[in-house]
C-alpha cells in the first residue's frame, strides 16, 4: 500500500522540514534492522539533517499516513500517524521534541489506519480529528488468493487479495475537547459505517455554506460525500451528489483524493487517483449539491488508464493562477508481470497542466528528469521547501529512495503565500477560505494540510498570478465565521494574516 510524507515547519524557522513514514514488518516477520520514521530538519541552504531521535518521532509501527496540524493551539505544527495497528500522536513541545500522548489524548485507534486529517468540524476553535480506515485483515488469517498466470493456459500466481475479500472498517470523528484529550463522536456524528474500503480523505466546503465536509474516496466500494449539517452531525450526501459511483455507475477502486477549484468557479471541486486500467477521476462541481464527471473531457482520463495511481492532488505548479495535477503512479503488485505483461511494477509519475478551459494538457515528458525516473510511487507532499515561491514536491516510493523534485521554473510568474493565524478560529486558520481577486483572475482555495494519499503539505496557501503584479483584493473567512478584506497587496512574497475582530 506504501506510506506517506509530510512537509511542516516543526521549528518554526520559515522553512519547511519533512516527516517520512515508513513500513515495518508484519507482527510474526522480522528484519534485520528495525525501520522507523524519520524527521529531516531543513537546514535553510537546500539541505536536511536527519533529527529523528533528537525529537523523539522515530515510530516503529507498520506506518501508513501522516497528518499535520497544531491541535492544542500552541503555535507549533504535531503529527498523527497512522499504522496497521495502533495510531500515534505526538504533542510538538516547542523546544525541538515531540511527546507520545496518544494514551493521554484517547486516539490510539487500532484498526488499519490511512488517511487521516484535522479538521475543526464544530467551529468551536480547536482541530479534531478524522481518521480513516481500510479493512479487517489478520496475518493469522491470510488468505490464498491466486490470478491467472499471463500466456498459460496453465498456472496461477498467487497475488494480495482485492479489498472485497475483507470485512471493512469505519472510519473515526474524534472531538477535541480541549483539554489536551479526545472523545469518539463517530457514531453520534452520523459517520460509522463499515461498507467503505476508507483510503483517501479530501476535506472541503463542497456546499460553500461555511463549514467543512469530508469526502473518503472508498477501495472497490461507493465513496462517501459527508455532508456537515452545522450541527454537529453529517449526512452522506454521494449517490445524489453524483461522486458514488463512475459516470458509467461502477464501484472504482480509489486512492487518493483532493479538492480543488480548477476552472476558478468558487466551487470546490474533486480529484481522484484508481487503479491501473481504469481512469483517474475529475468531478466538477456545478452548485446545488451537483458533480458532474468530466475525467475524458477533461483531458486525463485516457492519458492515466495505462498507470496504477496512487496519489492525486491540485497544484499551480506554474504560477499561472489555475490548478493543475500531479499523479504519483505505482503498482501494489512485485509479481505484476506474471500476470499482465502490459502492466509495470515501477511506472513513471504525471503531470498535467491547466489549459485555462476546463482542459489539461499533459506535460509529463518535458518536466524535466526527475519526471522520467520510473518508481513505485504512492504518497507525496507538496510545498514551497526552499521558499522561492513556487511548489515543490516530494515522492515516496516503496522499497527505494525517496524522489526530492525542485520547481525550477514557476517563479518566474507572480506569486503570493498566505499563511494563516487564527485566533477566534483554531490557531491554523484549517478550513478558512481564502478568494485573491488580480485584475481579471480569481481565485479560491482553503487552508488545509492532509489530502491526496496517506500525506500532509504546505499550509501556506500558494496562488499563482502569472504576469499580474499586484493583488487588488484578499478576503478570508475564517472558520468562526469572522471576515477579513486587505486591498492592494504587493506580491512575490509571504503574506501572515492574524485573524482580528472588526
Given at each position: 500500500m506504501g506510506s506517506g510524507a509530510a512537509f511542516l515547519d516543526y521549528d518554526n524557522d520559515g522553512f519547511l522540514d519533512l516527516y517520512i513514514?515508513?513500513?515495518?514488518?508484519?507482527?510474526?516477520?522480522?528484519?534485520?534492522?528495525?525501520?522507523?520514521?524519520?524527521?529531516?530538519?531543513?537546514?535553510?541552504?537546500?539541505?536536511?539533517?536527519?533529527?529523528?531521535?533528537?525529537?523523539?518521532?522515530?515510530?516503529?509501527?507498520?506506518?501508513?499516513?501522516?497528518?499535520?496540524?497544531?491541535?492544542?493551539?500552541?503555535?507549533?505544527?504535531?503529527?498523527?500517524?497512522t499504522n496497521y495497528g495502533p495510531n500515534v500522536l505526538y504533542r510538538n513541545e516547542g523546544d525541538g521534541t515531540f511527546a507520545d500522548v496518544t494514551e493521554l489524548a484517547g486516539v490510539g485507534d487500532e484498526g488499519w489506519g490511512t488517511n487521516a486529517v484535522f479538521v475543526d468540524y464544530d467551529a468551536d476553535g480547536r482541530l479534531d480529528l478524522y481518521v480513516a480506515n481500510y479493512m479487517e485483515f489478520n496475518v493469522d488469517d491470510n488468505k490464498m488468493c491466486l490470478h491467472g498466470r499471463a500466456g498459460r493456459a496453465i498456472g496461477r500466481v498467487r497475488v494480495y487479495c482485492g479489498p472485497l475479500s475483507f470485512r471493512g472498517q469505519s472510519?473515526?470523528?474524534?472531538?477535541?475537547?480541549?483539554?489536551?484529550?479526545?472523545?469518539?463522536?463517530?457514531?453520534?456524528?452520523?459517520?460509522?459505517?463499515?461498507?467503505?474500503?476508507?483510503?483517501?480523505?479530501?476535506?472541503?466546503?463542497?456546499?460553500?455554506?461555511?463549514?467543512?465536509?469530508?469526502?473518503?474516496?472508498?477501495?472497490?466500494?461507493?465513496?462517501?460525500?459527508?455532508?456537515?449539517?452545522?450541527?454537529?452531525?453529517?449526512?452522506?450526501?454521494?449517490?445524489?451528489?453524483?461522486?458514488?459511483?463512475?459516470?458509467?455507475?461502477?464501484?472504482?477502486?480509489?486512492?487518493?483524493?483532493?479538492?480543488?477549484?480548477?476552472?476558478?468557479?468558487?466551487?470546490?471541486?474533486?480529484?481522484?487517483?484508481?487503479?491501473?486500467?481504469q481512469s483517474n477521476t475529475l468531478y466538477h462541481n456545478s452548485g446545488g449539491g451537483v458533480f458532474t464527471d468530466v475525467s475524458s473531457g477533461a483531458g486525463i482520463g485516457q492519458e492515466s488508464i495505462p498507470y496504477l495511481g496512487m496519489s492525486a492532488f491540485f497544484l499551480d505548479y506554474d504560477n499561472d493562477g489555475y490548478q493543475d495535477i500531479f499523479i504519483a503512479n505505482g503498482h501494489l503488485d512485485e509479481n505484476v508481470k506474471d500476470y499482465d505483461p502490459g502492466a509495470d511494477y515501477a511506472q513513471r509519475n504525471q503531470l498535467f497542466r491547466n489549459n485555462r478551459d476546463g482542459t489539461f494538457s499533459e506535460v509529463t515528458d518535458v518536466s524535466g528528469p526527475g519526471f522520467r525516473l520510473e518508481g513505485v510511487s504512492h504518497g507525496a507532499a507538496a510545498g514551497d521547501y526552499d521558499n522561492d515561491g513556487d511548489v515543490d514536491l516530494f515522492v515516496s516510493n516503496s522499497n527505494n529512495p525517496c524522489s526530492l523534485l525542485r520547481n525550477e521554473g514557476g517563479n518566474r510568474n507572480h506569486w503570493l503565500m498566505v499563511r494563516t493565524v487564527g485566533t477566534e478560529s483554531n490557531r491554523d486558520g484549517m478550513g478558512a477560505r481564502l478568494r485573491v481577486v488580480s485584475g481579471d483572475l480569481v481565485q479560491t482555495k482553503e487552508v488545509k494540510s492532509s489530502y491526496g494519499y496517506l500525506s500532509s503539505h504546505d499550509l501556506r496557501v500558494p496562488f499563482g498570478l502569472g504576469n499580474r503584479d499586484r493583488v487588488d483584493v484578499l478576503e478570508i473567512r475564517w472558520p468562526s465565521g469572522l471576515t477579513t478584506r486587505i486591498e492592494d497587496i504587493e506580491v512575490d512574497r509571504v503574506l501572515t494574516v492574524i485573524e482580528e475582530r472588526d
Open positions: 513514514v515508513n513500513g515495518a514488518p508484519l507482527p510474526g516477520f522480522r528484519a534485520e534492522q528495525e525501520p522507523r520514521n524519520s524527521l529531516y530538519r531543513n537546514q535553510g541552504d537546500g539541505t536536511f539533517a536527519r533529527v529523528t531521535e533528537e525529537a523523539g518521532v522515530g515510530d516503529t509501527g507498520y506506518g501508513m499516513g501522516v497528518a499535520t496540524g497544531d491541535y492544542d493551539n500552541d503555535a507549533d505544527q504535531d503529527l498523527y500517524v472510519g473515526v470523528l474524534y472531538r477535541n475537547n480541549g483539554d489536551d484529550a479526545f472523545t469518539d463522536v463517530t457514531r453520534e456524528a452520523g459517520l460509522y459505517t463499515d461498507e467503505g474500503r476508507q483510503l483517501g480523505v479530501a476535506v472541503g466546503d463542497y456546499d460553500n455554506d461555511g463549514d467543512p465536509d469530508l469526502f473518503v474516496a472508498n477501495d472497490k466500494t461507493p465513496s462517501f460525500l459527508f455532508r456537515n449539517n452545522g450541527d454537529g452531525s453529517f449526512v452522506d450526501i454521494a449517490l445524489p451528489a453524483g461522486v458514488a459511483y463512475t459516470e458509467e455507475g461502477a464501484d472504482q477502486p480509489r486512492m487518493g483524493a483532493d479538492s480543488g477549484d480548477y476552472d476558478n468557479d468558487g466551487h470546490l471541486d474533486i480529484l481522484l487517483a484508481t487503479f491501473q486500467w
